[in-house]
Nanobody, 120 residues
Framework: QVQLVESGGGLVQPGGSLRLSCVAS????????MGWYRQAPGKERELVAT???????NYADPVKGRFTISGDNAKNTVYLQVNNLKPEDTAVYYC??????????????WGQGTQVTVSS
């Protein structure tokens, strides 16, 4: 099994910043990619950003220029630096990992989520 543990959420004023972290642990043969998704109340979960083990990065349009994803392959960790936060960024942020637990077995795993609230 694979576990993802997020941290770093909180309450922040508009224009503020946070740094989210997610650590993957467990039966990891290969970690192919990690990413962040978010889900606001009453809305579907949506992509925020992803990073592959080779460093290929993808951002959703609403966060381009404000959010930065980075990873530490040695630590099986992904970070999300979120700057210039807006009230519409309020959501539960979920970590996702594309993991091979063996050479033949590959699956997506999710963390429990961390709340980010942007409010004055």
């Amino acid at each position: 099994q694979v576990q993802l543990v997020e941290s770093g959420g909180g309450l922040v004023q508009p224009g503020g910043s946070l740094r989210l972290s997610c650590v993957a642990s467990g039966s990891i043969f290969r970690l192919n990619a990690m990413g962040w998704y978010r889900q606001a109340p009453g809305k579907e979960r949506e992509l925020v950003a992803t990073i592959s083990s080779g460093g290929i990065i993808n951002y959703a349009d609403p966060v381009k220029g404000r959010f930065t994803i980075s990873g530490d392959n040695a630590k099986n960790t992904v970070y999300l630096q979120v700057n210039n936060l807006k009230p519409e960024d309020t959501a539960v942020y979920y970590c996702n990992a594309d993991v091979q637990t063996t050479w033949l077995v590959r699956a997506d795993y999710w963390g429990q989520g961390t709340q980010v609230t942007v409010s004055s």
